[in-house]
Structures are given as structure tokens and as C-alpha cells.
């Protein structure tokens, strides 16, 4: 069984400050780690994605995650946030091998102050 | 490309009508899940389809829910009879699970009001 943990259900910060949204997975085998975000009144969509290879993954948009076995995380960061980040983050753990369905965390609100 | 069509993308119903939502996953893909988001319970996984047939549906409520593929561009997803409870977004989205680490794609969303 694969599981998600977000700490944070919301997370308020200011305009150009640094953030970092909390991912913990739990699997009892490989996986491969996804954030997708959701803009208000949208569908979710990809953010970014580790699969294999380098631990650091980036998005187009300046945001990054790092996989780490050990801690068994994923968080996502950004070291200085826009107007337009404000939106739900939800991190989302597959294993390989398995079953093609993924789990998706709770999500987290991001909400960017001017 | 087209990504997944969704429609209705806004209904309002009375309580006890019946809600049919309708899906057109993306072209080539050939897994669909049926998704339900709210404040109070996040993102639930409703109903997975592969290659058309119904492969886990654990997630849908009761059995007013009801769900089918009948081909590999279109998907349904029913509810009769509704209640208020059933107020909520609901995502189609699909995937190709040949490809590794598959990405999911999701549709605009189909937002229900039963009053």
C-alpha cells in the first residue's frame, strides 16, 4: 500500500518570499513522485515529476522538489513566489510496478500575499 | 491537442433528479478515472477504468452512482437519485499507462449544485 502526508493544509506567504510545501510518502517499493497543481476553478495539472536519475527535479515556472529515500520526501520549493503560484499543490505518489493508480495527498493552499 | 472534455462544467439540480456527467478522454489514452472534490473530504478517486472496463470501484459512494465506458472516447458518470450531499466537482481524467511514471490529465471539472 502507497500513502501521502501534506503537513500543511495552507500556507500563507508574502509576495517574493521563499516557500516550501511538505511532501511525505510511505510504499513498500520503488515509486515515482509527482506534484500537480490547481489554479482556482481549473483541473489539476502537472507541475513536476520524478521518475528516476538526478533527486532534484524543476518545473518550468521556477519551482523544484528533491526526492530523498531516506526521509522518504518530496517537498517542493521556490525561493521567491508570485501573485500567480497562489493556487492548490498536491503532491502524488505511484508505484512502479503496481497498480496504475496514484495516490494524491490532501493538498496544500498556497496563498501568495502582496 | 485537445485535452479531456468535461460537460457540464456547471449544474445546479434539485434534490432527487437524476446528474449524468460526461467525459471525453484525451485520444490514445487508455485509462480513465472519475474523480470527486471537496472542502470537507479533498480528492477522491470515484472509479478507474483500463481499456474500458472497470477495474477499481471502491470509491464510488453508494449505489446511486453509477459509471460506464462504453467505448474509448467517451465515459459517463450518473448519479440518481442526487442528493445535496452530492454537491461537489467532479474530474474525468485520463492517462496512458503504457508510458512510465504516467502523468494524469485532468478535465476542467463538471461543478454540481443539487439543491
Known amino acids: 500500500a502507497q500513502s501521502v502526508t501534506q503537513l500543511d493544509s495552507q500556507v500563507p506567504v508574502f509576495e517574493e518570499a521563499p516557500v516550501e510545501l511538505r511532501c511525505n510518502y510511505s510504499?513498500?517499493?520503488?515509486?515515482?513522485l509527482f506534484w500537480y497543481v490547481q489554479y482556482p476553478n481549473q483541473g489539476l495539472q502537472l507541475l513536476l515529476k520524478y521518475l528516476s536519475g538526478s533527486t532534484l527535479v524543476e518545473s518550468i515556472n521556477g519551482f523544484e522538489a528533491e526526492f530523498n529515500k531516506s526521509q522518504t520526501s518530496f517537498h517542493l520549493r521556490k525561493p521567491s513566489v508570485h501573485i500567480s503560484d497562489t493556487a492548490e499543490y498536491f503532491c502524488?505518489?505511484?508505484?512502479?510496478?503496481?497498480?496504475?493508480?496514484?495516490?494524491f495527498g490532501r493538498g496544500t493552499s498556497l496563498i501568495v500575499h502582496p | 491537442d485537445a485535452g479531456v472534455i468535461q460537460s457540464p462544467r456547471h449544474e445546479v439540480t434539485e434534490m432527487g433528479q437524476e446528474v449524468t456527467l460526461r467525459c471525453k478522454p484525451i485520444s490514445g489514452h487508455n485509462s480513465l478515472f472519475w474523480y470527486r472534490q471537496t472542502m470537507m473530504r479533498g480528492l477522491e478517486l470515484l472509479i478507474y477504468?483500463?481499456?474500458?472496463?472497470?477495474?477499481?470501484d471502491s470509491g464510488m459512494p453508494e449505489d446511486r452512482f453509477s459509471a460506464k465506458m462504453p467505448n474509448a472516447s467517451f465515459s459517463t458518470l450518473k448519479i440518481q437519485p442526487s442528493e445535496p450531499r452530492d454537491s461537489a466537482v467532479y474530474f474525468c481524467a485520463s492517462s496512458s499507462t503504457g508510458t512510465v511514471g504516467n502523468t494524469i490529465y485532468f478535465g476542467e471539472g463538471s461543478w454540481l449544485t443539487v439543491v
Open positions: 510504499s513498500s517499493v520503488s515509486v515515482y
Open positions: 502524488a505518489v505511484h508505484s512502479s510496478g503496481g497498480s496504475y493508480i496514484p495516490t
Open positions: 477504468f483500463n481499456n474500458n472496463v472497470p477495474i477499481d
